[in-house]
């Protein structure tokens, strides 16, 4: 129980990642898909930035010309480069996928999954079709 | 320094460039520039081949940090044999199926899908050349993202439908082996494979976090199945490969699964040690699914009567062979493995097309009932269904036999309960092949009364046909010269960790 308490945010950050990893697989919404898409990716942002904080340092930016050249004085900068460069894929990531589900939503006017999947089998498929 | 060592740099960023170029160029000069970039991708590469077959293995350094900070690129033997090979099916692909791609994508769009396609050149290169598992992860998104648009830039529901449930499995791979890097990050504290696999050996030595380095192995392990359809996460898979473009189908099936078992390998042998991963039976787990898929694979593509859907559950079946093949643990297991990722994409990306090229010749149907006699009606797509066909089921002198003989070798120099079980699979799985592989060659060479009205000997698109007759002779190559690309593996796999 101490361990949990001690990396609180760890443990926060890996139950985060358990709620949207269920909701991205589970849920039969899409746009509830895309939310949990993103709690889950979330979640290793803050899983990165907490392991990268270092207590009583400061933001690895030293401003002014007075500023510490100390390493010891800052905290570990390559994860919030890493949640910096997450962050754009999981934007880009995530705009794609919300055009698919307004291109699905235009074609099947719903977004549950299931019953656009249901739809898509009832459509007569031939190799020519086009729009 | 010499020129050729910068080769896989220049290409990643070259490919990269072409598909931000692609987006503002006509569809034509799209398709020509992608072209003319995936062989000279190709040309590049086998320049680094060469050098490296030569000089040996080499690791660049990106920017002016060294090792445990920088970036790095690593080129090896294995790596260069893997890139020229996959610039050439790339070629391949979008070559033989380029007419289609102007048929079946709305005009105003088909310079987007060659922007996709070099987008996904580039995250292949890029997967198959880092040395960095952060940067891994940002070219697995990539890749991503151009595969899920080559299956939807074809603009009907079923491709809808199929790119959505791609997306989503796709995801939340990516989203394990996210959660997998950056648990094994703050354990090692380093993002660069060879850093990272010198940190392991430490903790293994000490004995300290077992429990995180199991843990993130299994993310990570898991999410690279998943997104390369694995047996029980194949899901998404056949309507992806049916409904999709034929050179995206092509594409899809030989390649885009395949970076991602590629990546596997690094994460096994460079990141964690194979020793390391033997003792924590991971490949145990893996050879229980691949054989799994290798049986489940089969027996659905038996039940399949559209042609296409058939092809593609026959992709479940060999990317189980693939994971057998790791899961025998022994060297020459890996070695079938790598063969059989590349005798896979000859003969499934030339399935594929010549699918594509039957079903032109009879009215525009996958289904096999109205494809008979289609082999007489083209006579190219037919020979060169047969070979693709023949090759999967394991018939000598093609690509496919050569691997099923290396798997059964690696079966006989493996733990006996594995030979035994290997063994079986292997035997039923190919019988099981020939069922609905020779079922399918026998349909399109039936004689058809009723289809008499259609033409005789219909030419297919002549890219096409080209396309067809170096695929023919890839596979070909690939069964009968078999023993100087498994020497070229055998050596980068020695020194691949």
Known sequence: MDNLFNNFYEAVAVILFGIGFTTLLFHRNMIKKIIGLNIMDTAVYLFLAAKGYIDGRRAPVPDGPDASRLVTDYINPVPSGLVLTGIVVSVSVTAVMLALTIRLYRR???????????????????????? | MEIVKSFPLFNIVICLICGVLSSVLKPKQAKGLSLVLTGAAGAMNAAVLAWVAREGQYTYMMGHFPAPWGNE???????????????SIMFLSVL???????????????????TMINLMLTSLLALIYTNDLFTAYVFVEINTIAAGALIMIRNNGHTLVAAAKYMIMSLIGSGLLLIGITI?????????MVNIHSQVAALAASG???????VTLGLMSAGLAIKSALFPFHTWLPDAYSYSVPSSAAILSSLVSKGYIFLLFKLFYRVFGFDFIVDHKTPNLLFFFGVAGMIAGSVMAIYQRDMRRMIAFSSVAQIGYIYMGIGLSVPMGTIAAVFHIMSHAASKSMLFLAA????????????????????????????AF???AF?????????????????AEAALSASRGKMGIAMVALAISTILNAVYFIRAVITIYTPNEEAASMPENCHLPKTMAAALVCFIVLNVFLGTWSNVIEDAIRIGLSTFS
């Open chain 1, 108 to 131: 099947y006017h719903t977004l549950d999954i299931d019953r656009i999947t249901i739809l898509a089998k009832q459509e007569k498929y031939r190799e020519t079709d086009r729009e």
């Open chain 2, 73 to 87: 690129i690593r080129v090896g033997l294995l790596e260069a044999v893997l890139a020229v090979f996959f610039c």
């Open chain 2, 96 to 114: 033989g199926g380029e007419h289609y791609i102007s048929l079946d994508i709305e005009e105003s769009k088909g310079n987007l899908y060659f």
């Open chain 2, 184 to 192: 094994l990050y703050d354990v090692t504290g380093h993002l660069l």
């Open chain 2, 208 to 214: 300290e976090y077992q429990l995180p380095l199991t």
């Open chain 2, 356 to 383: 594509k090229g039957l079903s032109d010749v009879s009215g525009d149907s996958k289904d096999f009932s109205d494809l008979r006699g289609s082999g007489c009606r083209s006579r190219l797509a037919g020979a």
């Open chain 2, 386 to 388: 047969s070979v693709g």
């Open chain 2, 391 to 407: 090759s999967m089921v394991g018939i000598p002198l093609l690509a496919g036999f050569t691997s099923k003989v290396y798997f």
